[in-house]
C-alpha cells in the first residue's frame, strides 16, 4: 500500500489538503486520524468537511459522541478520546452509520482500532520543525493512480 506524505505550514493549508482529499471520497468511506492533542485533526475534518459541501459549522464532538452535517453525503464526526472503552465505540456502530451512504471521520482513531473496517484510510499527524508545521502520513495515498 503506498503512502502519501504531506506537509502543511498553517491550519489553512491542513484544511486546503483535507478538502482535495475529501472530494475523491465515496460513500462509505472512513478517515482515521492519528495524533496528539493539537496535531490538528479537527481542523482537517474542518477542510473535509467543505470538501464534501458541509456548509455548518464543524465542532469537536461533545456530549453527543458523533456529530452529523448534511454535505453531499452525510458526514458523521467522532472524537475516540471521549469514549471509554473499545466496547462502547462498538455500541456506535461504525457500520451503520456507514450503511446510508456517509462517511465518517475518527479523531483518536488509536484508542479504538480494533473496530476500524481495513477499508480505512489512516491519516497520522507528526510535527514539524517548527509551531505550525505538521507532517502527514496518509495511507493509502488517495492520490495513487489506478487503485
Ligand atoms: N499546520 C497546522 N495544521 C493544523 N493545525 C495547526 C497547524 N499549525 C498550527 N495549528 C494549530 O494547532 C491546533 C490544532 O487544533 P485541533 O483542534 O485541530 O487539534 P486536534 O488534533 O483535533 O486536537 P484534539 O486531540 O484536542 O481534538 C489549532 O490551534 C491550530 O490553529
Ligand atoms: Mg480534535
Same mark, same amino acid.
Given at each position: ?5 504531506? =506537509? @502543511?505550514?498553517? !491550519? ?12 475523491? +471520497?465515496? &460513500?462509505?468511506?472512513?478517515?482515521? +486520524? #492519528?495524533?496528539?492533542? *493539537? &496535531? ?5 475534518? =474542518? ?13 469537536? !464532538? *461533545? #456530549? @453527543?459522541?458523533?456529530? %452529523? #452535517?448534511?454535505?453531499?453525503? /452525510?458526514? $458523521?464526526?467522532?472524537?475516540? #478520546? ?7 465505540? &462498538? @455500541?456506535?456502530?461504525? %457500520?451503520?452509520?456507514? %450503511?446510508?451512504?456517509?462517511?465518517? $471521520? ?10 476500524? !473496517?481495513?477499508?480505512?484510510? =489512516?491519516? =497520522? $499527524? $507528526? /510535527? ?18 489506478? %487503485?
Amino acid at each position: 500500500m503506498k503512502t502519501r506524505i504531506v =506537509r @502543511t505550514g498553517s !491550519p489553512a493549508e491542513t484544511r486546503q489538503i483535507a478538502r482535495r482529499l475529501a472530494q475523491r +471520497l465515496g &460513500a462509505g468511506a472512513v478517515v482515521a +486520524l #492519528y495524533g496528539p492533542l *493539537g &496535531a490538528g485533526k479537527t481542523e482537517f475534518v =474542518r477542510g473535509a468537511a467543505r470538501g464534501l459541501d458541509v456548509r455548518e459549522v464543524v465542532r469537536s !464532538p *461533545g #456530549y @453527543t459522541l458523533i456529530n %452529523e #452535517y448534511r454535505g453531499r453525503v /452525510p458526514v $458523521f464526526h467522532v472524537d475516540f #478520546y471521549r469514549i471509554g472503552s473499545e466496547s462502547e465505540m &462498538a @455500541t456506535l456502530g461504525v %457500520e451503520e452509520y456507514l %450503511e446510508c451512504g456517509g462517511v465518517l $471521520f475518527i479523531e483518536w482513531a488509536e484508542r479504538g482500532e480494533g473496530i476500524l !473496517p481495513e477499508s480505512a484510510i =489512516r491519516i =497520522r $499527524f $507528526f /510535527p514539524g520543525e517548527h509551531e505550525n508545521e505538521r507532517v502527514l502520513e496518509i495511507e493509502p495515498d488517495p492520490w495513487a493512480e489506478g %487503485e
